[in-house]
């Protein structure tokens, strides 16, 4: 029997990506303490939604139950698509165009502080092959998780254990409900995804190349 290491704090959002990830790391870690950090983005409430379904749908004694941390940014952000819902990034937009400043470096620095009070000292989040943003690096995690140690005067280690994984893998090796995750910019009444997004696009191809029946329903 394959011996379970230590308890982590998950950053989660609900997606492929992170959604996957708690699953994946059910099999391999001791108790999970899963986190999402309420920023102010108009697929929030969607994103919550589909969250708490997919952590019902999988859930066991080790999976504690979700946190929710606010951290609006509207103040760093001002009138950013993310927040307004206008101009939205469409479905042949570039990746560069859904990048949010900063916010790994935001989320890391929240989720520190609550996995320190919890006495959990590793952070998961669920960072693929192939990111382009340089706060999603190998390298920037190593400074992320040096800075935080020292601010918080506790050893923060961070584990990005999808870094080798294009989200095509993922949906390939997946043995969760994958109709449960949510990865949409524009969501639509019902919670459904636009199919029109940057990230609706994402999803679609990679269901495709995968070559997984897709189960979402978009509008």
């Known amino acids: 029997m394959q011996s379970r290491q230590a308890s982590l704090c998950v ?3 609900g997606g492929l990506d992170s959604a996957l990830m708690v699953h994946r790391l059910l099999l391999t870690h001791g108790q999970l303490f899963p986190l999402y950090i309420r920023c102010g983005f108009v697929w929030e409430t969607a994103e919550l939604y ?3 379904r997919f952590l019902r749908a999988i859930r066991t004694p080790q999976l504690h139950p979700l946190q929710v ?3 609006p940014v509207r103040r760093l952000y001002g009138r950013h698509w993310s927040l307004t819902g206008r101009r939205v990034p469409g479905a042949r937009s570039a990746d560069a165009a859904v990048y949010l400043p900063g916010r790994n470096a935001l989320l890391l620095s929240v989720a520190a502080i609550v996995a320190s009070e919890r006495r959990v000292s590793t952070i998961a989040l669920g960072v693929l092959k192939g990111n382009p943003f340089g706060d ?3 390298r920037f995690f190593s400074q992320m998780a040096s800075a935080l140690s020292q601010a918080l005067r506790r050893p923060i280690r961070i584990l990005a ?3 080798r994984l294009s989200k095509t893998q993922l949906i390939r090796e997946a043995a969760a409900p994958l109709a449960l ?3 949409c910019l524009r969501p639509q009444r019902g919670y459904r995804h636009c199919g029109r997004c940057n990230k609706c696009a994402e ?4 269901f495709r190349e995968a070559g997984v029946p897709d189960p979402t329903k978009y509008t």
């Open 136 to 138: 999603a690096t190998p």
């Open 50 to 52: 589909w969250l708490k």
């Open 203 to 206: 999803r679609r191809r990679a």
């Open 69 to 71: 941390v606010d951290l």
């Open 161 to 163: 254990p999808l870094r």
């Open 181 to 183: 995750t949510f990865s």
């Open 11 to 13: 950053l989660l959002s």
